[in-house]
């Protein structure tokens, strides 16, 4: 090899090395890794600690997310599904709901073994389906996240600025997508995403990627605020595979209602405004809320319900050069997940057969009739 030919090599190689470090000053949060943000203990936390999981056999645990337009209006509607409850006696079981702030926070009580079904955003997801024994059965919702910066009119503006995120969802992934592309080191500060608003607010930070409702409240509550990025996302329903294997009726049955709801929705806004305010009560139920992000639910959910679509896992999502691949690599270059993890082992927990199954047979899963609890309340 000639004199310039090693200098072509060494200007390449210096070159990677320039980008892995830029990646990693943007990508991770000062102070502990991205890894050890989500793998704390939370068995101690002040709300999660007053839970009482029943560890009854003839009860099946579910983990939601109130503070989430739109799945948290699907999981309010199932909540209130009177067939789903028929389904599920039938079979000697009842459902049980617990709120969380994040999907993090359900998996892990999932791998405890005190939940047997938890609805999360595709980061989450896939970093449950490497670490234990799952099954990916449905789509919950699709929408995009929005980075809202304060002062700001690109991302190139938030150059040394705080930016507000929640540590291994999707969001993380979309906010590191963002700052990778534009070449934008910034400080990257943990938050929930109820916790956002106030640290706005309060100058705490200068920008916050998060999904709505809260994005919205970000924009208009902080004068010149504006979406400087824009992320697309899809959200997913998945089984403890134990609990998959032992009740594939039971698994139908919970499909089932997912997709009922999803139709209810569809067919008039005000089964929207009745899920929306469902949600709500949820919201303020499970932690103190900006007023703010309550007002405006109805408003997003309305927006997110004509993006959503049917619950159906899409081929495209799974493709090799997909949004569930490019994440997957992502959460093994933030040590989220076992270095070793392969991607057509967490891909093939995927199964888009069993919502199919039951979307070919709306008369027997009863999917166009409808009997939601106390939905004359908002009528």
Same mark, same amino acid.
């Given at each position: 090899?000639?004199? #310039?030919?090693?200098?072509?090599?060494?200007?390449?190689?210096?070159?990677?090395?320039?980008?892995?470090?830029? /990646?990693?000053?943007?990508?991770?949060?000062?102070? %502990?890794?991205?890894?050890?943000?989500?793998?704390?203990? @939370?068995?101690?936390?002040?709300? /999660?600690?007053?839970?009482?999981?029943?560890?009854?056999?003839?009860?099946?645990?579910?983990?939601?997310?109130?503070?989430?337009?739109?799945?948290?209006?699907?999981?309010?509607?199932?909540?209130?599904? #009177?067939?789903?409850?028929?389904?599920?006696?039938?079979?000697?079981?009842?459902?049980?709901?617990?709120?969380?702030?994040?999907?993090?926070?359900?998996?892990?009580?999932?791998?405890?073994?005190? @939940?047997?079904?938890?609805?999360?955003? /595709?980061?989450?997801?896939?970093?449950?389906?490497?670490?234990?024994?799952?099954?990916?059965?449905?789509?919950?919702?699709?929408?995009?996240?929005?980075?809202?910066?304060?002062?700001?009119?690109?991302?190139?503006?938030?150059?040394?600025?705080?930016?507000?995120?929640?540590?291994?969802?999707?969001?993380?992934?979309?906010?590191?997508?963002?700052?990778?592309?534009?070449?934008?080191?910034?400080?990257?500060?943990?938050?929930?995403?109820?916790?956002?608003?106030?640290?706005?607010?309060?100058?705490?930070?200068?920008?916050?990627?998060?999904?709505?409702?809260?994005?919205?409240?970000?924009?208009?509550?902080?004068?010149?605020?504006?979406?400087?990025? #824009?992320?697309?996302?899809?959200?997913?329903?998945?089984?403890?595979?134990?609990?998959?294997?032992?009740?594939?009726?039971?698994?139908?049955?919970?499909?089932?209602?997912?997709?009922?709801?999803?139709?209810?929705?569809?067919?008039?806004?005000?089964?929207?405004?009745?899920?929306?305010?469902?949600?709500?009560?949820?919201?303020?139920?499970?932690?103190?809320?900006?007023?703010?992000?309550?007002?405006?639910?109805?408003?997003?959910?309305?927006?997110?319900?004509?993006?959503?679509?049917?619950?159906?896992?899409? %081929?495209?999502?799974?493709?090799?050069?997909?949004?569930?691949?490019?994440?997957?690599?992502?959460?093994?270059?933030?040590?989220?997940?076992?270095?070793?993890?392969?991607?057509?082992?967490?891909?093939?927990?995927?199964?888009?057969?069993?919502?199919?199954?039951?979307?070919?047979?709306?008369?027997?899963?009863?999917?166009?009739?409808?009997?939601?609890?106390?939905?004359?309340?908002?009528?």
């Amino acid at each position: 090899m000639d004199r #310039r030919h090693k200098m072509m090599v060494i200007r390449c190689v210096l070159g990677l090395v320039a980008v892995v470090a830029i /990646y990693l000053i943007m990508a991770k949060p000062k102070g %502990e890794s991205a890894g050890a943000q989500i793998q704390q203990d @939370l068995s101690d936390h002040p709300i /999660y600690s007053t839970y009482h999981f029943s560890p009854l056999e003839g009860v099946v645990r579910i983990g939601i997310q109130p503070f989430w337009v739109f799945a948290a209006n699907l999981a309010e509607a199932m909540r209130r599904d #009177r067939l789903l409850t028929e389904d599920l006696t039938t079979l000697g079981l009842r459902l049980e709901f617990y709120s969380f702030l994040k999907g993090p926070d359900i998996n892990f009580f999932m791998e405890k073994g005190q @939940l047997d079904v938890g609805m999360s955003g /595709y980061l989450p997801t896939l970093r449950q389906a490497s670490r234990q024994d799952v099954v990916v059965a449905a789509t919950m919702d699709r929408n995009f996240y929005d980075l809202v910066a304060v002062k700001a009119l690109t991302i190139k503006d938030l150059e040394g600025k705080n930016i507000g995120f929640t540590p291994g969802s999707d969001a993380h992934h979309a906010l590191v997508e963002a700052l990778l592309l534009t070449g934008t080191k910034a400080n990257l500060v943990p938050l929930d995403g109820n916790e956002m608003p106030a640290a706005m607010r309060s100058g705490q930070i200068d920008a916050g990627i998060i999904w709505e409702p809260v994005a919205s409240v970000l924009r208009l509550d902080n004068p010149g605020a504006r979406v400087v990025y #824009r992320s697309r996302w899809a959200s997913f329903l998945y089984f403890r595979g134990d609990f998959a294997k032992a009740q594939p009726q039971a698994i139908a049955a919970i499909l089932a209602a997912l997709a009922r709801a999803s139709r209810w929705l569809d067919e008039d806004s005000d089964n929207v405004v009745a899920s929306s305010r469902w949600a709500i009560d949820a919201c303020r139920a499970l932690a103190p809320t900006d007023p703010l992000v309550l007002a405006d639910f109805i408003t997003q959910s309305k927006k997110a319900n004509i993006l959503s679509g049917e619950p159906v896992l899409l %081929e495209s999502d799974m493709d090799d050069r997909g949004l569930l691949a490019s994440a997957f690599q992502f959460l093994k270059d933030e040590d989220m997940i076992p270095a070793g993890t392969e991607w057509e082992k967490v891909r093939a927990t995927f199964d888009a057969r069993s919502m199919e199954s039951i979307l070919s047979e709306p008369q027997k899963w009863r999917l166009n009739r409808f009997d939601y609890e106390n939905k004359e309340e908002w009528q």
